[in-house]
């Protein structure tokens, strides 16, 4: 990715050294936006604390909660809530 991608699809702005105040190291402050974007946007395992999804219902089927209309089987330590067909 080119510099200041991930700051922008964080929603944050990157410097622009000719038009901000910052005009030395402008390259530096966005390069450290995109690390800390990268953590943001980062899909996390859940042994590290996420649900290694990136959508809802997936990341409830990683916790083990199946909202769903069929059974989906017995497993230790799963919820199933039905709903209508």
Do not use: C, F
């Not at 989906?72 to 799963?78: D, F």
């Amino acid at each position: 990715m080119a510099l200041g991608d991930d700051t922008l699809a964080a929603g944050w702005t990157t410097v622009n050294p000719n038009t901000d105040l910052v005009k030395d190291g402008a390259d530096e402050i966005t390069e450290t936006r995109d690390l800390a974007a990268s953590v943001k946007l980062e899909t996390r395992p859940v042994t590290r604390g996420g649900t290694g999804a990136t959508t809802a219902s997936q990341a409830l089927k990683n916790l083990g909660i199946y909202v769903q209309a069929t059974d989906p089987g017995h497993a230790n330590g799963r919820i199933w809530i039905k709903i209508p067909a």
